[in-house]
């Protein structure tokens, strides 16, 4: 079974920093998705980025980078130039690519403010 | 387009009743999912459906059931509430087959207390 793991429950950042957010995880598949998803004070849940593991190029999504690790099972965010709205907990997510059953794999989630 | 909607936004139970949570989605989804958030556990899957009429276990289905008779509509039920289903519960959608089936769409939550 896939396994992601978050190991810092909580990080702060100034704002106009950057800052790295974690993610590693465990899997014997080649094939699949990573995902980064924001969950603000609302408890929306929103979509930040996404890499296919296939993809050699790390996304980016505006402010929002990944540093994708294959060989390292490993999957961090940056968030460039920080900003107030970027206060949310994140969670890193992990599905496999093929079967119509397969389920997306939740991290524990990690706690990130920013001070003003 | 409404996406995914889910009703009660918020809930609070007494050990032992029943309730059922409503999900449905309008973008004609063949795989719906139900996850509980619980502090400092993430988001973990309760069941699953790939199509109406089909539906599978997730990670933590105990207590809980599910039917999906309509494309549309996913609900979950609790059969007898207790107070260890307090938690945040999140439908949510993806398509099943062709490109960007990767996304999954969520609803905005269901807050349970079960006292």
């Known amino acids: 079974a896939q396994t992601v793991t978050q190991s810092q429950p909580e990080m702060s950042v100034q704002e106009a920093e950057t800052v790295t957010l974690s993610c590693t995880y465990d899997t014997s598949e080649s094939d699949y998705y990573l995902f980064w998803y924001k969950q603000p004070p609302s408890r929306q849940m929103i979509l930040v980025i996404r890499q296919e593991a296939y993809k050699q190029q790390n996304a980016t999504e505006n402010r929002f980078s990944v540093n994708f690790q294959k060989a390292a099972k490993s999957f961090s965010l940056k968030i460039s130039d920080s900003q107030l709205g970027d206060a949310a907990m994140y969670f890193c997510a992990y599905r496999s690519y093929r079967g119509a059953n397969s389920k997306l794999t939740f991290g524990k989630g990690i706690t990130l403010s920013v001070r003003p | 387009n409404a996406g995914v909607t889910q009703t009660p936004k918020f809930q609070v139970l007494k050990t032992g009743q029943s309730m059922t949570l409503q999900c449905a989605q309008d973008?004609?989804?063949?795989?719906m999912s139900w996850y509980r958030q619980d502090p400092g556990m993430g988001l973990r899957l309760i069941h699953y459906?790939?199509?109406?009429?089909?539906?599978d276990q997730g990670e933590v289905p105990n207590g809980y059931n599910v039917s999906r008779s309509t494309t549309e509509d996913f609900p979950l039920r609790l059969l007898s509430a207790a107070p260890s289903q307090t938690s945040v519960y999140f439908c949510a959608s993806r398509r099943d087959r062709g490109r960007n089936n990767e996304k999954l769409f969520f609803g905005s939550g269901t807050q349970l207390s079960v006292l």
């Open positions: 973008m004609n989804h063949e795989y």
């Open positions: 459906s790939v199509g109406a009429g089909i539906t």
